[in-house]
């Protein structure tokens, strides 16, 4: 059973954050609105703009979900991850959990990953940086935090 890299995960709570929108209630996280215009909790977790606001626990709890069906979305769409380095696993997992199973499973990139081109991957994580027609320049920082555990060899 392949587990959750932890640099994924550690990726994905330095690009979402836990975000507390209260200052009258600091220690919870309320739905807000993302860049990309989701209604989110906690780490970036989707939700309905009426979800009650969420401990960092429970945020935790929704992360370690959401992770887990980035891992197996990954895994399906693209099996050479199950024998490459953690680290390239944790790259597209994280990618995997910002822009969804569906953005990866008609991707080119994609294709590339189970063509083992990781050159080419790298270039192509480079394209994912838009919201609408905005480049994000979160977006922008995170694909090259991928790039380098894409690139970094365990």
Same mark, same amino acid.
Request: proline fraction near 6%.
């Given at each position: 059973?392949?587990?959750?890299?932890?640099?994924?995960? #550690?990726?994905?709570?330095?690009?979402? &954050?836990?975000? %507390?929108?209260?200052?009258?209630?600091?220690?919870?996280?309320?739905?807000?609105?993302?860049?990309?215009?989701?209604?989110?909790?906690?780490?970036?977790?989707?939700?309905?703009?009426?979800?009650?606001?969420?401990?960092?626990?429970?945020?935790?709890?929704?992360?370690?979900? $959401?992770?887990? $069906?980035? +891992?197996?979305?990954?895994? %399906?769409?693209?099996?050479?991850?199950?024998?490459?380095?953690?680290?390239?696993?944790?790259?597209?997992? $994280?990618?995997?959990?910002?822009?969804?199973? &569906?953005?990866?499973?008609?991707?080119?990139?994609?294709?590339?990953?189970?063509?083992?081109?990781?050159?080419?991957?790298?270039?192509? +994580?480079?394209?994912?940086?838009?919201?609408?027609?905005?480049? +994000?320049? &979160?977006?922008?920082?995170?694909?090259?935090?991928?790039?380098?555990?894409?690139?970094?060899? #365990?």
């Amino acid at each position: 059973m392949i587990e959750v890299p932890q640099a994924a995960i #550690d990726l994905a709570k330095r690009f979402e &954050g836990f975000c %507390r929108v209260s200052k009258s209630d600091p220690d919870r996280a309320y739905p807000y609105v993302c860049p990309a215009g989701f209604w989110t909790i906690g780490y970036g977790h989707l939700c309905d703009a009426k979800h009650p606001p969420i401990t960092v626990e429970e945020g935790e709890a929704y992360l370690a979900a $959401d992770m887990a $069906d980035a +891992l197996n979305a990954t895994l %399906r769409y693209c099996p050479v991850l199950a024998t490459e380095s953690e680290s390239r696993l944790a790259a597209i997992v $994280d990618f995997t959990f910002n822009l969804g199973a &569906g953005r990866l499973q008609t991707s080119t990139l994609r294709r590339r990953i189970n063509q083992r081109d990781w050159p080419t991957t790298a270039q192509e +994580l480079r394209r994912w940086v838009y919201s609408g027609r905005n480049v +994000l320049p &979160g977006l922008v920082a995170r694909r090259e935090a991928e790039i380098n555990l894409l690139k970094k060899s #365990d």
